[in-house]
Antibody
Framework: QVQLQQAGPGLVKPSQTLSLTCAISGDSVSSNYAAWTWIRQSPSRGLEWLGRTYYRSRWYNEYAVSVRGRITVNPDTSENQFSLQLNSVTPEDTAVYFC???????????????WGQGTLVTVSS | DIQMTQSPSSLSASVGDRVTITCRASQSITNYLNWYQHKPGKAPKLLIYAASSLQSGVPSRFSGSGSGTDFSLTISGLQPADFATYYCQQSYSVPLTFGGGTKVEIK
């Protein structure tokens, strides 16, 4: 059974950097069948896919246009986890942030089958 | 980007009712469509993948159908545990996108 455990602060000041980690158990961040993803939810934006990292002979990253230039999703193979950094945050970035496994097996299209517990991040001075 | 449009945005129903939620994609996504249930304070839960396949452990009262651009989620015999918000999501192309959600409330 895959488990994802999120960690990071719940309060970030405007213009600073939001940093979260997602520790993986029951799978590997280097899996050839998974993409490790960050998603957020807010009343104004609903569920919003932010970006992902995955390994297919080399590492790839893909990001949403809405946060491109401010976001970095990095794998950490030594700790079997991945991270989210979002720079220059504003109150618009206040949301519940989730990490998730995007599983792409051989028999079905991709899906988010395991999720972290969610972290409410408030951007406020 | 592929836009996902869900309707209705909310509905009121009684225990035992049959409920149908629809989701329309702005272009064909074949069967690359998933449905999630979300309750406050919890992580979303995968219900249906590939438009019509029931995720392991999900009750059989949940079913999905559709292909191309038009999809639906049906709950046959609504139970108290089913009052939640439901989202469709396309996994056809990046950026992956979700519908706006349908909140199912108790009548």
């Amino acid at each position: 059974q895959v488990q994802l455990q999120q960690a990071g602060p719940g309060l970030v000041k405007p213009s600073q950097t939001l940093s979260l980690t997602c520790a993986i158990s029951g799978d590997s961040v280097s899996s050839n069948y998974a993409a490790w993803t960050w998603i957020r939810q807010s009343p104004s934006r609903g569920l919003e896919w932010l970006g992902r990292t995955y390994y297919r002979s080399r590492w790839y990253n893909e990001y949403a246009v809405s946060v491109r230039g401010r976001i970095t999703v990095n794998p950490d193979t030594s700790e079997n986890q991945f991270s989210l950094q979002l720079n220059s945050v504003t109150p618009e970035d206040t949301a519940v942030y989730f990490c998730a496994r995007d599983f792409n097996g051989d028999t079905s299209p991709p899906l988010f089958d395991f999720w972290g517990q969610g972290t409410l991040v408030t951007v406020s001075s | 980007d592929i836009q996902m449009t869900q309707s209705p945005s909310s509905l009121s129903a009684s225990v035992g009712d049959r409920v149908t939620i629809t989701c329309r994609a702005s272009q064909s996504i074949t069967n690359y469509l998933n449905w999630y249930q979300h309750k406050p304070g919890k992580a979303p839960k995968l219900l249906i993948y590939a438009a019509s396949s029931l995720q392991s452990g999900v009750p059989s009262r949940f079913s999905g159908s559709g292909s191309g651009t038009d999809f639906s989620l049906t709950i046959s015999g609504l139970q108290p545990a089913d009052f939640a918000t439901y989202y469709c999501q396309q996994s056809y192309s990046v950026p992956l996108t979700f519908g706006g959600g349908t909140k199912v409330e108790i009548k």
